[in-house]
């Protein structure tokens, strides 16, 4: 892509909270994919797509994230939701009960929520009584994840201070489940779901922007776990 369709732009600006963040054009996709190869391929087919028919000599930056942004949203409801929709037949419903919340929520409040939200699942989880369960599939699906402070996650020997099944595995969660002391962590959505649920974005710096070297080197470390 990058010898053949120079068009594109390399980067995408992301404003927040007034300050503008660039963000490399594969991490951006990844942000809004849940990091599923198929969802990666797709929005990139779309990128391609995008710069075939356009007749402009540089693909304009702010159409691109619109256009990405929009194609994102609809693999959310039809990637993603539909794919559930038979083992977790309220999924749909699930997600909207925190429309117009924050991307960011303390960890009680947000159990507290989850404690009167009905799952309707084919899952082996209790979810009839156990809210921890309720979090776990969210978790799991890599709806909801973990947001530390920096110095918090390193002492905790985490990659990353933002924590998703998908980067850091559920051992973040699963650690936090079984202590007996409060977390130090807030709940975070996936920044994918943002235009799907209209959640404010409550945080200062941009969500979803792991660098290509923490990318790689949690790619290795997780083929090694599955290795041994």
């Not at 919340?101 to 947000?110: A, C, L, Q, R």
């Not at 790689?216 to 776990?225: D, G, L, P």
């Amino acid at each position: 892509m990058t010898n053949h369709l120079t068009k594109i732009p390399k980067t995408i600006t992301i404003p927040v909270k007034g300050i503008d963040y660039n963000m490399g054009i594969f991490n951006y996709i990844l942000r809004l994919s849940l990091w599923r190869p198929r969802e990666v391929l797709k929005l990139f087919a779309r990128v391609v797509d995008f710069s075939v028919s356009c007749k402009k000599s540089v693909v304009n930056d702010e159409a691109l994230r619109r256009l990405l942004a929009e194609k994102g949203r609809e693999n959310i409801i039809q990637e993603f939701i539909k794919e559930y929709e038979y083992a977790f037949e309220n999924l749909s419903e699930v997600l909207h009960h925190f429309d117009h919340g924050n991307m960011v929520v303390d960890f009680e409040d947000f159990c507290k929520k989850l404690s009167n939200i009905r799952f309707i699942t084919s899952f082996a989880y209790d979810t009839e009584k156990n809210v921890n369960n309720r979090l776990k599939i969210l978790y799991q699906l890599g709806v909801v994840g973990l947001y530390y402070d920096e110095k918090i996650a390193e002492s905790k020997a985490l990659g990353h201070h933002i924590c998703f099944v998908f980067n850091e595995g559920l051992y973040p969660l699963e650690t936090i489940l079984e202590s007996k002391t409060p977390t130090r962590a807030k709940i975070i959505f996936n920044p994918a779901l943002q235009k799907t649920l209209a959640l404010e974005y409550n945080v200062t710096e941009l969500i979803g922007d792991y660098s290509w070297e923490y990318i790689q080197e949690n790619h290795v470390r997780r083929e090694s776990i599955r290795r041994v």
